[in-house]
């Protein structure tokens, strides 16, 4: 058995800073529709969508007519639905599910009860599915500290749903525990609500999917849906599946400090890095400029016209530079203490440095952990450079006084 993972499809909306050319691609409705093709052409026996699957700004008029029809063409094809609501369709979501028989469309979990349904292949339940429905837009409360905590007997796999908040314990969208919900006796979770995908593997794997179609420069990176696999008994960890059509992406350029200013050489700089972004069809780029260089102005003046060139697969939304005069950083060494600190740190912080920056480090964590934040470790090499400038700087001021 196949099985689609997917959440926060927001339709209704349309992704934002994008040429004319390009809004109807960038509807989430025509993301919706790709989706609907792509699971019918797989194949797939199941769609499991996590809530948020209307936008509340503009979910009637606009998008539910899309929706309806998209789950009667997969009904068609033998394929069930499965949904629970998230804080944006809490009120909207139930009003579709009253359209359709259970074995089209089926809306878990309605009233914030959870709630499972039997999957059967060839006559025999082969999955149960558990789910949870906001029942208003905004719940305070960890909706999966109510789950039925009884594991299933007759060792049939579960895969629950539910709409929340990880990692954010006084979340008004139902803030939820990764740890937590590995605890409980299921095989996969699947949520929604954050639209950058993950997958936290083990048992249960925990997912994340993301929205499967970009709204804004805010979500860069990888977008798509998630397939997994139901094999005797087992229900596979998901996979990516139908990416979307749509990328946004920062781009850091680094300038070597020999290289001269030219407009044709900036351009095969940002044709490479689109060359390494896996294949999209339109691609919105945030381009930033960084390095030591010998001509600042000439660099800035190359790039004036640079936001109107678009070869046709992407287009530069906006510029940002960090280029500073090249400078003889052993001649910069010798003008004073403060200057060598500085130049050291660059290849290598003083050992006193680093202890003081470890201890900056613990209490960040201390004070992560004392919050209930289910943040990873930080690192002493993942401080803003702000923190090791002003360690620097302390340092100094130390040696002059």
């Keep these: 058995m196949k099985i689609v993972l ?4 927001h339709l209704g909306r349309t992704s934002t800073r994008l040429p004319e050319t390009w809004r109807d691609a960038g509807r989430s409705i ?9 699971v019918i052409a797989d194949q797939a026996d199941l769609l499991c969508l996590s809530g948020d699957i209307l936008d509340h700004r503009n979910q009637l008029w606009e998008a539910m007519g899309p929706l309806q029809a998209g789950i009667q063409k997969l009904h068609q094809a033998g394929i069930r639905t499965l949904a629970v609501s998230g804080n944006h369709d809490a009120s909207s979501l139930p009003e579709v599910a009253a359209q359709f028989p259970e074995e089209a469309f089926t809306l878990l979990g309605k009233m914030g009860t959870w709630q499972r349904v039997k999957i059967q292949d060839q006559g025999q339940t082969c999955l149960y599915v558990d789910g949870w429905s906001f029942p208003t837009s905004k719940v305070n409360q960890d909706p999966t500290l109510h789950y039925p905590n009884t594991p299933s007997s007759d060792g049939i796999p579960v895969l629950a749903m539910v709409h929340g908040d990880p990692g954010v314990p006084d979340s008004p969208y139902a803030p ?3 740890a937590h919900l590995q605890s409980l006796p299921v095989s996969g979770w699947l949520l929604g609500h954050i639209h950058r995908p993950q997958l936290t593997s083990g048992s249960p794997w925990v997912l994340m999917p993301g929205s499967p179609h970009p709204l804004d420069p805010g979500e860069p990176g990888d977008h798509q849906a998630w397939v997994c696999q139901l094999d005797q008994g087992v229900l596979s960890p998901p996979q990516p599946f139908c990416p979307a059509t749509l990328r946004y992406e920062n781009i850091d350029i680094q300038i070597s400090s020999q290289e001269p200013p030219s407009i044709d050489g900036l351009r095969k700089h940002i044709q490479t890095a689109v060359d390494a972004l896996p294949a999209t069809l339109m691609n919105v ?4 400029l960084c390095g030591r260089v010998a001509q600042v102005d000439a660099w800035r003046a190359c790039c004036e016209n640079l936001e109107s060139w ?3 697969n992407f287009i530069i939304e906006s510029l940002s530079f960090d280029l500073h005069p090249a400078i003889d950083l052993t001649e910069a060494s010798q003008t004073g203490p403060v ?3 500085l130049v050291q740190a660059l290849d290598q912080l003083p050992e006193d440095l680093q202890a003081r920056l470890h201890k900056r480090c613990e209490h960040i964590n201390r004070q992560n952990e004392y919050a209930g934040k289910e943040l990873p470790e930080l690192l ?3 401080l803003p450079v702000s923190s090791k400038v002003e360690a ?10």
């Design 6 to 9: 997917s959440a926060d499809l």
């Design 380 to 382: 002493l090499e993942q």
């Design 392 to 401: 620097v700087l302390l340092k100094a001021m130390e040696q002059l006084t």
């Design 30 to 38: 025509r993301a919706w529709e790709r989706l609907v093709d792509a």
């Design 285 to 288: 780029l945030r381009i930033h």
């Design 339 to 341: 200057q060598a600190l």
């Design 176 to 178: 939820l525990s990764i």
């Design 310 to 312: 678009a070869p046709g």
